[in-house]
C-alpha cells in the first residue's frame, strides 16, 4: 500500500476467495461449535450431523378418515342397485388417526355409509388400504431423514420429531458484532445537529444478520480515534465469530478501519471492484473474520449480501440464501462504469403479460432505494450498461404475487402520486403504485414501448399553449395516439421556490436572469424543464444567463430540498414541495397534470383501485390540503 491506500479494485469473487485464504492461514475457524438442542428449538439452525429416524412415522396403520374399518373383500360387489350389508361385528368405527382394528384393511368414509338400524349399507366396494396410512408411510424407522448442513425449517423440526427425535444436534447461531464508527454518528433517538447523521447502519445490519440466522448486537458508536478504535476491535473479536466495522473504510483522513485491521492482524482486501460498496475491507483478528462495511447505507447492505452472508453460510455449513430470478424488460436506459460490477435496485411490474423493471436512484446513500426495491439487477464489470427495452435478469426481493399488483408508472414526479400510492396499499396491502421520475416525455416514450400502465405528463406545447394532448399525439403517433386515454389528475399551481421570506425579493422568471442568483433546474424532458423553457422564449432571456440553469434534480422534492439546503436560491416546482419544506413559493401559472394509459389498460382490473381512489372525496380532500392542487377535475377523461 505505498503508494495508495487501497490494494486494488478486486473483482468480488477474488476477493472472497483472498479473504478465505486469509482465515484459512490466520486459524478461523471453517465451522461453528456444534450444540445440542430441543428439537422445539431447532428451527433457523442447521444441521451439524445427518438425522435418522428412530420411530417410524405413523408408527401403525391408521385410519386416514372418519368412518367405518371394514375388511375390503366384504365389499365386493357392492353398487347402488346391489349394496353390501355389514353387520355389526363386521365393521367398526373409526376417526381420522386411530390404528386400524385387527382384520381390517380399509376405510369407508362416514359421509359414504348408510345406517339401517345397526347395520352399514355400501353402496360401492373398496379395494384393500383405502384411506389407510401403513406403518412408515411419512418416513420409516432407519431412513435418513435430513441430511448434514440443512438448515430447519418449521416442517423440518416437525418430521424430525414425528421420527422419534427429542434432541438436534446443531451447529450454534453465528454471533455477529457491530461496531459503528464516526464523529459525526449519532444513536437512534437523539436529536443531530448540522453535520451530523444517526446511526441507522448498525440497525439495518443487525437485522440483516437476524434474517440470515445469526445472533446480533450493536456496540456503541465509537468515535474518530484510531487507538480507541483498535482497543474496541481487539475486545469485540474475543466475542464474536464476525465483527462489521461500519464506516472508516474508506481513504478519508477519518478513515482507520483498514489500517486498524492491517495493525491487530491481517488485511486481505482493501478495495472492491462492485458499485455501490467499493472501499470494503476485508481481513481477521486473533482469528475472527473482520468486514469493514462503507457508511453509506446502499453499500452497507450490500456490503452484507455479497461478503457477510456467504461466510455466515460457510461457518454454519449450509449454502448461501439463494433468492429466485425473473428476467424482465428494462423500463429506461441504464448507463454503468466499466470495470466494477454495478449493482441496481429495480421495482418491478407486469405490463401487458411482461415483466418491467425500473431502476431506483443510484446514490449509495439513498437508503429508499432499499425500502422500494423489488428486486437486483447486476451489470457486469465489462459492461457499460443496458439500452431500454433490454431484458435483463433481476433477483427478486419481494414475491410474484406483490410484483403482479403493482401499477407502474412513469413519467412526470408529482406528489399526489406518492399519496395515490400510500392509499392504495392501504386499502389493499396486494396493490402498489410504483413511479418512476424519469419526465414527462420520458414516461410517454416508456407508454409508447410498452414498459408502464400510466405515464404522468404535464408538458407544454409552445406552439398551441395546449398540454399534453399535442405530446401524445407526437410520441405515440396516429394508431397509438388513438388508442391512448388521458385522465385528468389534478391542475397545481407551478412557480419558484424560494427560502423563506424570499429573501432575494424574487416575483417571477425575469427575475431569475439577476447577477447573483442560483437557480436549480430539472432534467431534460420534464414538463418543468419545458415550462421554464417556454417562459424564458416569451421573455427573451437566453438559458445561459440563468445560473444553475445546468444543475439538474429529478424530482420537485429534490429542488426544493437543495433550495432548503441553501446550495440554490430559487427552482421552478409545485407549491406542495414547497410547503413540505417551509419554503415560499412565488405562483407563475396553474397547469393541468394528465394521466396517460394504454387504451387497452383502461379498464384492466389492476388500474380499477387506482380510478376509484381518483373518485374518492376523502382522496380529494387530501390532495387539497397538500397545498397548490386543484381536484375539481380530477378523474376525468379528457380523451
Known amino acids: 500500500m505505498a503508494n495508495s491506500p487501497f490494494i486494488k479494485d478486486v473483482p468480488a469473487a477474488r476477493a472472497l476467495q483472498a479473504w478465505r485464504a486469509v482465515r484459512d492461514a490466520t486459524g478461523c475457524p471453517a465451522r461453528l461449535p456444534v450444540v445440542r438442542v430441543p428439537v422445539a ?24 378418515m372418519d368412518g367405518i374399518a371394514v375388511r375390503a373383500a366384504d365389499t365386493l360387489g357392492a353398487s347402488e342397485t346391489t349394496p353390501v350389508h355389514l353387520k355389526r361385528d363386521g365393521y367398526d368405527v373409526v376417526d381420522t388417526g386411530d390404528p386400524m382394528p385387527d382384520g381390517r384393511d380399509a376405510v369407508v368414509m362416514r359421509e359414504h355409509v348408510h345406517y339401517v338400524g ?186 452484507f449480501d455479497i461478503f457477510a452472508e456467504p461466510l455466515l453460510a460457510e461457518l454454519a455449513g449450509a449454502p448461501p440464501r439463494a433468492r429466485p430470478r425473473i428476467t424482465a424488460r428494462l423500463a429506461r436506459k441504464l448507463a454503468s462504469p466499466l470495470g466494477m460490477d454495478d ?31 423489488d428486486g437486483l439487477l447486476v451489470v457486469p464489470a465489462g459492461q457499460e450498461g443496458h439500452h431500454a427495452g433490454e431484458e ?23 406528489l399526489v402520486l406518492d399519496l ?52 401524445v399525439d407526437r410520441v405515440l403517433g396516429g394508431a397509438g395516439a388513438a388508442g391512448a386515454a388521458v385522465v385528468r389528475l389534478v391542475h397545481r399551481d407551478q412557480g419558484l421556490i424560494v427560502a423563506p421570506g424570499n429573501p432575494l425579493g424574487l416575483t417571477g422568471i425575469a427575475d ?22 417556454y417562459e424564458l422564449g ?36 409545485i407549491m406542495a414541495a414547497a410547503r413540505a419544506f417551509g419554503l415560499d413559493f412565488v405562483p407563475v401559472t396553474q397547469e393541468p397534470y394528465d394521466l396517460v394509459v394504454a387504451q387497452t389498460a383502461m379498464d384492466s382490473p389492476l388500474l380499477a383501485p387506482l380510478w376509484s381512489l381518483l373518485r374518492s372525496d376523502r382522496f380529494q380532500a387530501s390532495v387539497t390540503e397538500l397545498g397548490g392542487y386543484s381536484t375539481k377535475e380530477m378523474g376525468l377523461r379528457i380523451r
Open 41 to 64: 428449538d431447532a428451527a433457523g439452525l442447521v444441521t451439524a450431523e445427518p438425522v435418522w429416524a428412530t420411530r417410524s412415522s405413523p408408527s401403525f396403520d391408521a385410519a386416514g
Open 118 to 303: 345397526e347395520t352399514a349399507e355400501l353402496r360401492a366396494a373398496v379395494p384393500p388400504y383405502q384411506h389407510v396410512r401403513s406403518i412408515g408411510e411419512d418416513v420409516s424407522a432407519g431412513e435418513l431423514l435430513l441430511p448434514e448442513g440443512h438448515r430447519l425449517r418449521a416442517a423440518d423440526v416437525a418430521a424430525a420429531a414425528a421420527a422419534g427425535a427429542t434432541h438436534l444436534l446443531v451447529r450454534r447461531r453465528p454471533q455477529v458484532t457491530i461496531l459503528p464508527t464516526g464523529d459525526e454518528v449519532r444513536p437512534i433517538g437523539t436529536q443531530p445537529g448540522p453535520g451530523e447523521i444517526l446511526d441507522t447502519n448498525s440497525v439495518m445490519l443487525a437485522i440483516q444478520a437476524r434474517e440470515a440466522g445469526c445472533e446480533a448486537r450493536c456496540l456503541p458508536v465509537e468515535r474518530d480515534d484510531p487507538d480507541r478504535i483498535a482497543s474496541v476491535v481487539k475486545a469485540a473479536v474475543a466475542g464474536c465469530d464476525l465483527l462489521i466495522i461500519v464506516a472508516g473504510s474508506s481513504a478519508g483522513r477519518d478513515d482507520y478501519t483498514a489500517s486498524v485491521v492491517a495493525g491487530l492482524g491481517t488485511l486481505a482486501v482493501h478495495g472492491v471492484a462492485v458499485r455501490p460498496g467499493h472501499p470494503v475491507v476485508l481481513g481477521t483478528v486473533d482469528q475472527t473474520p473482520v468486514l469493514g462495511a462503507p457508511g453509506y447505507p446502499v453499500s452497507a447492505a450490500l456490503t
Open 343 to 373: 449493482w441496481v435496485r429495480v421495482r418491478l411490474g407486469v405490463v401487458a403479460g411482461t415483466t418491467v423493471a425500473s431502476p431506483l436512484p443510484r446514490g449509495a446513500g439513498v437508503l429508499t432505494s432499499l425500502v422500494r426495491a
Open 392 to 414: 435483463v435478469e433481476v433477483e427478486l426481493l419481494r414475491g410474484i404475487d406483490e410484483i403482479a399488483g403493482t401499477i407502474v408508472a412513469i413519467g412526470s414526479h408529482d
Open 420 to 471: 395515490a400510492a400510500s392509499a392504495l396499499r392501504a386499502d389493499n396491502p396486494l396493490v402498489t403504485l410504483a413511479s418512476s421520475n424519469v419526465g414527462s416525455l420520458g414516461g410517454l416514450v416508456a407508454l409508447r414501448d410498452g414498459l408502464c400502465h400510466v405515464a404522468g405528463s404535464h408538458l407544454l406545447d409552445p406552439a398551441t399553449g395546449e398540454y399534453t394532448l399535442p405530446y
Open 512 to 533: 431569475l436572469a439577476r447577477p447573483g442568483v442560483r437557480y436549480v433546474n430539472r432534467q431534460r424532458g420534464a414538463g418543468t424543464r419545458v415550462l421554464l423553457d
Open 538 to 573: 416569451r421573455l427573451g432571456i437566453s438559458p445561459a444567463a440563468i445560473g444553475g440553469y445546468a444543475r439538474e434534480e429529478p424530482t420537485h422534492l429534490a429542488v426544493a430540498a437543495a433550495i432548503a439546503a441553501g446550495r440554490c436560491d430559487a427552482g421552478l416546482g
